[in-house]
């Protein structure tokens, strides 16, 4: 057909497009160009398959290109598309067999975001690895895995790179690692890499781990991974990769001093990969990420963008927001390939929820928590944290569950919290996103039927429990 539906991107929101609009409209043509060879893979697991608990790249994978393929989804693995031109409705496409035009009648950009390194010197050394392509986390795992070991199958796993996994296969496991930064990917390879019982340096620039998720949760994971034996440079800023005479990883240097170290992982975040429509008419968001309306169109009628590249309007704010997670990026996908599709849905709101785990404690958080991000969004933040039991205190297995509540003063308004214990503590932080998707107050919250029995829950919920004493709060 002439008007293909065309997506750049083959992960979770290019190819949750793909399907849905394949669903709702079969019978026209969808392409889909990615410059990779994976596609539609769980980043989120790979820390895990690092740590050993899952057992194959390919476990990780939602959607094969053969299943692809019997979606009727038109999937061109390394395919780069390198420009677009939006007058033309066309893109301009790098190939194994070339260069050429693919025209489109809508097009939607899932480039996802990309790990950043830079400006840390030494970065792209032989052993510093970021965790955020499969080949990069195989490699890592390779190195791990003692080269006598016969179990090691990954060199053989289609789509990876062979010869990269088999460079880190052939040397000796490393003894001592060190990670850079303390968010969600530096927390967990923390874990990943105790698991192989190495000596593990974590360094923070700031002085609380995963910040975004406030106080309480940074102290409660810091004490965690020191009782592990992590060893923690917080308040540290690293702002080199030391090398040997090879070029191999040799330690990190820091305000604090010098760490030897064989393996190092920088884990400080990432930018979206907008820069594809950085030449044309497609407006960017103050992030840097593509803007977006509620269906995930941008300021170019026809062209849509979706997953770590797009905003998205923020659910307490109702500002334009980036927040790269993976089911915003999923559900986003799936609400374009419908729109497009001619039933026009909206992609939804992001409330920045997530969950994270340090060994056996888990943390959860969900909308506005620190009280600078609160004032600047035009709120009077108020805040209280409370600890309650997370089941019946007479129940075997009742554990410690510590949730803060923010609010606006002067209206009540629910505006974000957070969780962290050890027994089903980061599922609680579903009630309060829920209730932030709802525009709740306070008490509204405090006043919701939630489920009791004893091997659950207290009869006051942990979250009932903070709704409750942040409610007085605001009363006084």
Same mark, same amino acid.
């Given at each position: 057909?002439?008007?293909? @539906?065309?997506?750049?991107?083959?992960?979770?929101?290019?190819?949750?497009?793909?399907?849905?609009?394949?669903?709702?409209?079969?019978?026209?043509?969808?392409?889909?160009?990615?410059?990779?060879?994976?596609?539609?893979?769980?980043?989120?697991?790979?820390?895990?398959?690092?740590?050993?608990?899952?057992?194959?790249?390919?476990?990780?994978? !939602?959607?094969?290109?053969?299943?692809?393929?019997?979606?009727?989804?038109?999937?061109?693995?390394? #395919?780069?598309? $390198?420009?677009?031109?939006?007058?033309?409705?066309?893109? %301009? =496409?790098?190939?194994?067999?070339?260069? @050429?035009?693919?025209?489109?009648?809508?097009?939607?950009?899932?480039?996802?975001?990309?790990?950043?390194?830079?400006?840390?010197?030494?970065?792209?050394? *032989?052993?510093?690895?970021?965790?955020?392509?499969?080949?990069?986390?195989?490699?890592?795992?390779? @190195?791990?895995?003692?080269?006598?070991?016969?179990?090691?199958?990954?060199?053989?796993?289609?789509?990876?790179?062979?010869?990269?996994?088999?460079?880190?296969?052939?040397?000796?496991?490393?003894?001592?690692?060190?990670?850079?930064?303390?968010?969600?990917?530096?927390?967990?390879?923390?874990?990943?890499?105790?698991?192989?019982? +190495?000596?593990?340096?974590?360094?923070?620039?700031?002085?609380?781990?995963?910040?975004?998720?406030?106080?309480? =949760?940074?102290?409660? =994971?810091?004490?965690? +991974?020191?009782?592990?034996?992590?060893?923690? #440079?917080?308040?540290?800023?690293?702002?080199?990769?030391?090398?040997?005479?090879?070029?191999?990883?040799?330690?990190?240097?820091?305000?604090?001093?010098?760490?030897?170290?064989?393996?190092?992982?920088?884990?400080?975040?990432?930018?979206?990969?907008?820069? /594809?429509?950085?030449?044309?008419?497609?407006? +960017?968001?103050?992030?840097?990420?593509?803007?977006? *309306?509620?269906?995930?169109?941008?300021?170019?009628?026809?062209?849509?963008?979706?997953? *770590?590249?797009?905003?998205?309007? #923020?659910?307490?704010?109702?500002?334009?927001?980036? =927040?790269?997670?993976?089911?915003?990026?999923?559900?986003?996908?799936?609400?374009?390939?419908?729109?497009?599709?001619?039933?026009?849905?909206?992609?939804?709101?992001?409330?920045? %929820?997530?969950?994270?785990?340090?060994?056996?404690?888990?943390?959860?958080?969900?909308?506005?928590?620190?009280?600078?991000?609160?004032?600047?969004?035009?709120?009077?933040? $108020?805040?209280?944290?409370?600890?309650?039991?997370?089941?019946?205190?007479?129940?075997?297995?009742?554990?410690?569950?510590?949730?803060?509540?923010?609010?606006?003063?002067?209206?009540?308004?629910?505006?974000?919290? !957070?969780?962290?214990?050890?027994?089903?503590?980061?599922?609680?932080?579903?009630?309060?996103?829920?209730?932030?998707?709802?525009?709740?107050?306070?008490?509204?919250?405090?006043?919701?039927?939630?489920?009791?029995?004893?091997?659950?829950?207290?009869?006051? *919920?942990?979250? /009932?429990?903070?709704?409750?004493? +942040?409610?007085?709060?605001?009363?006084?």
């Amino acid at each position: 057909m002439s008007d293909p @539906f065309v997506i750049v991107g083959g992960d979770a929101a290019g190819l949750s497009a793909a399907s849905k609009h394949r669903r709702e409209n079969p019978d026209r043509d969808v392409i889909v160009f990615e410059k990779g060879r994976w596609v539609s893979y769980a980043a989120c697991g790979m820390p895990y398959y690092v740590k050993g608990e899952v057992e194959s790249l390919l476990d990780m994978l !939602s959607l094969t290109p053969e299943e692809a393929a019997e979606r009727g989804i038109d999937l061109r693995r390394e #395919h780069e598309v $390198v420009a677009v031109d939006t007058e033309a409705k066309a893109v %301009t =496409v790098e190939g194994p067999d070339g260069r @050429f035009e693919q025209p489109y009648g809508d097009l939607l950009v899932a480039t996802g975001a990309r790990a950043v390194s830079e400006p840390i010197e030494g970065s792209r050394l *032989d052993g510093a690895f970021t965790i955020h392509s499969m080949d990069s986390t195989a490699a890592v795992r390779a @190195f791990l895995t003692d080269p006598a070991d016969p179990g090691f199958a990954e060199p053989d796993v289609p789509y990876v790179d062979t010869e990269l996994v088999e460079s880190y296969l052939e040397r000796e496991p490393p003894e001592t690692v060190a990670i850079v930064g303390g968010g969600y990917v530096g927390v967990e390879m923390a874990e990943a890499f105790a698991a192989h019982e +190495l000596d593990v340096h974590l360094f923070q620039r700031p002085d609380r781990l995963l910040e975004p998720f406030g106080e309480a =949760v940074g102290e409660t =994971v810091a004490e965690a +991974l020191r009782d592990e034996g992590v060893s923690l #440079h917080l308040g540290e800023e690293v702002d080199r990769i030391e090398s040997d005479d090879e070029g191999r990883v040799a330690g990190v240097s820091s305000t604090g001093g010098t760490v030897d170290a064989e393996l190092v992982v920088v884990g400080i975040g990432v930018r979206p990969n907008s820069g /594809l429509v950085a030449n044309t008419p497609v407006e +960017l968001g103050e992030s840097g990420a593509i803007a977006t *309306d509620r269906y995930g169109e941008t300021s170019v009628d026809g062209v849509y963008a979706a997953g *770590d590249c797009a905003q998205m309007l #923020h659910t307490v704010t109702g500002s334009p927001a980036w =927040v790269p997670l993976g089911l915003t990026a999923n559900r986003a996908g799936r609400a374009v390939g419908q729109t497009v599709a001619g039933d026009p849905t909206p992609v939804g709101g992001i409330a920045g %929820t997530a969950v994270v785990k340090a060994f056996d404690v888990e943390c959860g958080r969900t909308g506005l928590v620190d009280h600078e991000r609160v004032r600047e969004a035009g709120f009077d933040p $108020v805040s209280e944290t409370v600890t309650a039991g997370s089941r019946s205190g007479y129940y075997p297995g009742a554990a410690e569950t510590t949730v803060t509540l923010t609010a606006d003063r002067g209206t009540g308004k629910l505006l974000g919290g !957070s969780i962290v214990g050890t027994d089903r503590a980061a599922i609680r932080i579903d009630t309060v996103a829920t209730a932030l998707e709802n525009g709740m107050t306070v008490a509204e919250l405090e006043r919701t039927d939630l489920a009791y029995a004893p091997p659950f829950s207290p009869v006051w *919920d942990p979250v /009932l429990v903070a709704a409750k004493v +942040l409610n007085g709060t605001l009363e006084d």
